[in-house]
T-cell receptor, first 113, second 112 residues
């Protein structure tokens, strides 16, 4: 079963626009992470936000976390064609003795030049 | 790719044959993981290791076994491959449980 679920499943925007992806999860967490996957490659870690944090920035990325709603969002500002990829959220549930990450199904982002 | 090598990168095998996938890391990370990625299911954890000879099951461990005899190597074995095990398999490593994962580039396995 997937702890995290991304929304939308697919998103198509023009270069320069902002892209927002959402993640909802079911149980309380220690942290939530976002990953990016280019076609045919492994996932790459983008950003980690802890359960006691509400917002975090990294370059053009902005992540928010609302633990009361069990949701997170990833905002990519001023998108570029190179941002075309799939984006996944992953949660580290705090009832998980091994602190294993559980991944959502991902959002496929296409940025058109 | 954080010093992670998966081999082979592609493999086609027949139903009922044994298959072993290898993951090799040069980062000396304690934790190693095997995930499978399938359309509609995202990534699902098969097995993980938290040290040499220390392994545990993940969400979809049936039909798979693992071994870790050295810090740098983590092997995934399909004892008798089935068509449902056709997938892309990813190895990942981390410093500790819950830490960011660093992934290999995957092994595409096709079971005919």
């Amino acid at each position: 079963s997937q702890q995290g679920e991304e929304d939308p499943q697919a998103l198509s925007i023009q270069e320069g626009e902002n892209a927002t992806m959402n993640c909802s999860y079911k149980t309380s967490i220690n942290n939530l992470q976002w990953y990016r996957q280019n076609s045919g490659r492994g996932l790459v870690h983008l950003i980690l936000i802890r359960s006691n944090e509400r917002e975090k920035h990294s370059g053009r990325l902005r992540v928010t976390l609302d633990t009361s709603k069990k949701s997170s969002s990833l905002l990519i500002t001023a998108s570029r064609a190179a941002d075309t990829a799939s984006y996944f959220c992953a949660t580290d549930a705090n009832n998980n003795a091994g602190n294993m990450l559980t991944f959502g199904g991902g959002t496929r982002l296409m940025v058109k030049p | 790719d954080a010093g992670i090598t998966q081999s082979p990168r592609h493999k086609v095998t027949e139903t009922g044959t044994p298959v072993t996938l290898r993951c090799h890391q040069t980062e000396n990370h304690r934790y190693m993981y095997w995930y499978r990625q399938d359309p509609g299911h995202g990534l699902r954890l098969i097995h993980y290791s938290y040290g040499v000879k220390d392994t545990d099951k993940g969400e979809v461990s049936d039909g798979y076994s693992v071994s870790r005899s050295k810090t740098e190597d983590f092997l995934l074995t399909l004892e008798s491959a089935t068509s449902s095990q056709t997938s892309v398999y990813f190895c990942a490593i981390s410093v500790q449980g819950g830490s960011p994962l660093h992934f290999g580039n995957g092994t595409r396995l096709t079971v005919t």
